[in-house]
């Protein structure tokens, strides 16, 4: 999932060469993807088929699960709480081996808690299972029933579970489905109007570009798919026009302001422990990933669901802004940047 930051470097380079972003998304549909849409600093060149049945082209207003990119949007409905005074970033949401994890905790990937998840990680398993309905309960079950990897607030790891507890906190802070709460808070303020929080329906909204998973030499097509398994770790929807737009707000101090919003680009002082960070030092802060080349950093987050890989970055003073989606046939829930990504980083970065 997170292997992407260490091409996000590449994004300080240099300014976007169009004719680079064009080349390195040309050619599809191929083995790898069907489709491509990348957005810089507000323009926009697709490639491939929104249908490759149909062949019908990829619209720039297109809808995509934006899968993990959700954990930016749990960050800052939570941390627009914790300046109303009805959260608090260091009150314990749960005790587990005896240890007190704190929202701050969960924010910033330090909880310690397992990686243990329900299993997605095989393709041909999720093909069978990709209609059924889990609740934040079962999803939490394996990691809530192993032992912490490591104490609270010591290092950092990223970890799906954090944010699902953190959608919790939000739910039990308001009264009102975490889903709800994104919307009224950040979604319909931003008129964001192709940004959705799906809950258990299967279908994307019209325009969309089809997500398929290759199985062996069969392309599968798996555009419908029960986003409760992802829930508040990655079930949301959305384009790059939304994404770019919201990016532009958030840093601009419109939706989280003051501490707050000063936490989420704060990187905890511990050490990276498993997936995470491709170094040794922790690399997140509060529902943001980031990176840092020549003493340039950018910031945002990836996201992967099956079908769908995609990603938005931007400098902090917003000089460069990169919203992209990519139809990878080669999702894997394990991490991993498909071949056209890694393409379009170097593009952007020159």
């Avoid at 957005?39 to 929104?50: D, E, F, I, K, L």
């Avoid at 949301?236 to 994404?243: C, E, F, G, K, Q």
Wanted: hydrophobic fraction near 40%; proline fraction near 7%.
């Amino acid at each position: 999932m997170l292997l992407e930051i260490k091409l996000a470097l590449l994004l300080a380079v240099a300014p976007a060469d169009p004719g680079a972003i064009r080349e390195a998304i040309q050619g599809l549909p191929d083995e790898t993807a069907t489709a491509a849409l990348v957005r810089v600093n507000g323009q926009t060149h697709t490639s491939g088929y929104a249908d490759v049945t149909a062949r019908t082209k990829v619209a720039k207003t297109t809808r995509f699960r934006i899968g993990s990119i959700t954990k930016t949007f749990i960050a800052a409905a939570a941390l627009q709480l914790v300046h109303e005074g009805a959260l608090r970033l260091d009150d314990p949401v749960l005790t587990k081996d005896g240890k007190q994890i704190t929202l701050r905790h969960l924010l910033t990937h330090t909880s310690g808690l397992s990686r243990a998840s329900v299993r997605v990680d095989d393709p041909r398993w999720y093909l069978k299972h990709r209609f059924d309905t889990y609740t934040p309960a079962e999803l939490l079950k394996p990691a809530l029933a192993a032992p912490l990897d490591f104490e609270p607030g010591t290092r950092q790891q990223y970890n799906n579970a954090d944010y699902m507890l953190a959608a919790q906190a939000i739910e039990r802070a308001t009264g009102r489905p975490y889903g709800q709460v994104i919307t009224e808070r950040v979604i319909e303020p931003l008129r964001l109007a192709a940004t959705s929080v799906p809950g258990t329906a299967s279908r994307l909204p019209e325009p969309y570009t089809r997500g398929y998973v290759r199985i062996g030499e069969r392309l599968v097509d798996v555009t419908r798919q029960n986003p409760s398994v992802a829930w508040g770790s990655g079930e949301m929807i959305s384009n790059a026009p939304d994404l770019d737009r919201f990016i532009r707000a958030l840093f601009r101090g419109q939706v989280v302001k003051g501490a707050e919003l000063a936490a989420m680009f704060t990187i905890p002082d511990v050490p990276a422990f498993g997936p995470g960070c491709p170094g040794p030092k922790a690399c997140m802060g509060m529902g943001l990933q980031s990176a840092t080349s020549g003493g340039i950093t950018v910031w945002g987050h990836v996201g992967e669901r099956p079908g769908y890989a995609s990603g938005v970055f931007a400098t902090k003073d917003l000089a460069l802004r990169l919203v992209y989606l990519v139809n990878s046939t080669e999702w894997s829930p394990k991490g991993g940047s498909p071949a056209v990504v890694q393409k379009i980083y170097a593009a952007v970065g020159g």
